[in-house]
């Protein structure tokens, strides 16, 4: 896709601190991290969102999911992390590209949300 940045970031037209890349996604450091470590990892092909997936996305979605310890023991998360994918205008998605968020650190990630 012409427009997505993060489309940019893979084809090389935009620079991004990459920290592990194969043949299928690309993970690079947020530009703007809420945690010591937040890296993002992204499909090279254009995959909208979770909700636009296909059975033909499976193996790169599996290839994300198969790096993330990996990239956060890298990164600098050895005794956990926690990975979360925003999907949509209610799973608050700002970039038309799907992405995993990888976020860790030395101290707990804390809770995912206040009870209702």
Known sequence: M???IFCKIVDGKIPAKKVY????ILAFNDISPARPV???V??????TSLATATADDTLVL???LGKANEIAVAQGSPDG???IINTGRVGQQEVPHLHAHIVGGPDPVG????RL
Do not use: A, N, Q, T
């Open 2 to 4: 012409s427009d997505c």
């Open 21 to 24: 890349e194969d043949e299928d």
């Open 38 to 40: 937040h890296v993002l």
């Open 42 to 47: 992204i499909p090279k092909k254009h995959i």
């Open 62 to 64: 599996g290839r994300i």
């Open 81 to 83: 992390f926690r990975v």
């Open 111 to 114: 809770p995912m949300l206040k």
